[in-house]
């Protein structure tokens, strides 16, 4: 069986960096193939203490933002996840070339917002990294858990 699109949930743990080996490998052997690495910030996380102390919206209630002042808020919280990822990868891609991205998303869940990216992006395989404790939530780990139970896409889980 080919994959066209994998997507790797990624947060910098030796577990996802482990899935991302084993991705990177599977994407090796066919050419047509590509890889997004994703990572998952839950929007409990998207805050105006993540605008940084020169942010003009600094202490602004939520409640007083329009709709686009509040998505760039999300939108900058969002980056700054994605240029953190892409540091700690360093080099890691780089073999991939344009085969292989890196993305942050938001959702409610970790686990959420990791399933909705890989139905609208079409992914037909994700590749997880688990804990591998005992008992089946706390052997996959809980986001690995919830993706399964979130999507019809196949999940393979990667000590």
């Known amino acids: 069986m080919k994959f066209r699109h994998i997507m790797v949930p990624y947060d910098g ?18 050419p047509e193939a590509c890889v997004s690495v994703v990572h998952a910030v839950p929007s409990s996380y998207v805050g105006m203490d993540r605008m940084g102390t020169e ?4 202490g602004v209630p939520y409640g007083m933002l329009d709709y686009e002042e509040y998505q760039g808020v999300v939108q ?12 700690n990868l360093g080099d890691t891609l780089a073999g991939l070339g344009d085969r292989a991205d890196v993305v942050a998303v938001a959702g409610a869940s ?5 399933a909705r ?3 609208e992006h079409d992914c037909d395989l994700i590749v997880m990294g688990r804990r591998g404790l005992g008992a089946i939530r706390g052997m996959l780990g809980s986001v690995s858990f919830g993706v399964l139970r979130a999507t019809d896409i196949p999940v393979l889980t990667v000590k």
């Open 13 to 30: 743990s030796d577990h996802a960096k482990n899935a991302l080996q084993y991705a990177k490998d599977l994407v090796d052997t066919c």
């Open 117 to 119: 990216f890989a139905e």
């Open 76 to 87: 900058h919280v969002l980056d700054e996840a994605k240029k953190r990822v892409t540091e």
């Open 55 to 58: 942010g003009a919206l600094d």
């Open 110 to 114: 970790p686990a959420d917002a990791l």
